[in-house]
């Protein structure tokens, strides 16, 4: 980026925005990863199919595209779309191994 053009401090705010944008997105995508994971290990996939189908679409793509279009946040709002998306799945599929597991703890009586 040659910084003697007029428009590079507006480029470095915006792309600075979005490179900690992606950060937010590899740390949930991350989390939400393994715990996927850990869930299979379990063989539960149903379950934690259907949460992840509703917190990448409902949840993850309309608030990206509310953020994007609506509001006017452009890429920015499409990225705050998907990493509340993603949070959402790996909220929910943690959660979910938390329970699955201390409800085999307790049937098997060490809880």
Known sequence: LDE???EAPQVLAYA???IIMAGLFQ???GIQAVAAG???????ARVPAL???ISYW???FGLAWTMAFPLGFGGVGVWSGFVVGLSAAAIM????F??????EMKAAGKA
């Open 98 to 103: 938390y329970l699955l597991v201390k409800r």
């Open 38 to 44: 850990l869930l299979r290990g379990l063989k539960d």
């Open 93 to 96: 599929l943690t959660t979910r």
């Open 4 to 6: 003697r053009l007029p």
């Open 16 to 18: 600075s925005t979005l």
């Open 27 to 29: 740390l949930v995508d």
């Open 51 to 53: 949460l992840a189908l």
């Open 58 to 60: 409902p949840i993850g």
